[in-house]
């Protein structure tokens, strides 16, 4: 039982560009979302996070975006730098936030 | 900045042995945690502990998992009787707090490999 999906299992993008990475979830009883990066043999690193009661929240070249009805989120990087090369993860949680649920991950390559 | 750390980074050992692999938590923070990744698949919730004792675990925290806080610094996972199937990398994380405000944060370690033969 999926409930928290990423469609998209690898992304490339030209350096300069906007990365858009995909999750959906299907819990509605989901109430605080956050976008972990993580590289080869390190753990995950925390990137941002958006909670219900906000539709986007913005830090930097990050942005993410919420459609609480249609049950997607989405995270932008702009520009795409090839440091940004890297598994994305997007998670989910209640409203105290004990369980986090992990999507499969998207890999991103930024390619120079 | 503040930092979760494993050990060890990586353990092989003989199916049926037992394994504990070891955490320190970011110092000032309550909420702890445990997941998996096996090879190729999604990071994997494990168990959650609070105030000494578990707040929620998976369907995966059988009865060859357990959990303790032997003191005021370390997070254990033990994992009792190792099956070929346990091979997986293993994240500890920790949070400083929770609640409808959403600021919550797990914060990883590296991470440990375990390899079972």
């Known amino acids: 039982d999926q409930q928290v999906k990423q469609n998209s299992p690898s992304l490339s993008v030209q350096e300069g560009r906007i990365s858009i990475l995909n999750c959906d979830y299907t819990?509605?009883?989901?109430?605080?979302f956050l976008w972990y990066k993580k590289y080869p043999a390190e753990g995950p690193t925390f990137l941002i996070s958006i909670s219900s009661i906000k539709d986007k929240n913005e830090d930097g070249r990050f942005t993410v975006f919420l459609n609480k009805s249609a049950k997607h989120l989405s995270l932008h990087i702009v520009p795409s730098q090839p440091g940004d090369s890297a598994v994305y993860f997007c998670?989910?949680?209640?409203?105290?936030?004990?369980?986090?649920?992990f999507g499969p991950g998207t890999r991103l390559s930024v390619l120079p | 900045e503040p930092e979760v750390t494993q050990t060890p980074s990586h353990q092989v050992t003989q199916m049926g042995q037992e394994v504990i692999l070891r955490c320190v938590p970011i110092s000032n923070h309550l909420y702890f945690y445990w997941y998996r990744q096996i090879l190729g698949q999604k990071v994997e919730f494990l168990v959650s502990f609070y105030n000494n004792e578990i707040s929620e675990k998976s369907e995966i925290f059988d009865d060859q998992f357990s959990v303790e806080r032997p003191d005021g610094s370390n997070f254990t996972l033990k994992i009792r009787s190792t099956k070929l199937e346990d091979s997986a990398m293993y994240f500890c994380?920790?949070?400083?707090?929770?609640?409808?405000?959403?600021?919550?944060?797990?914060?990883f370690g590296a991470g440990s490999r375990l390899t079972v033969l």
């Open positions: 998670a989910a949680s209640g409203v105290y936030g004990q369980n986090f649920v």
């Open positions: 994380a920790s949070s400083g707090r929770t609640g409808p405000s959403g600021a919550n944060v797990l914060t």
């Open positions: 819990n509605s009883m989901f109430d605080y």
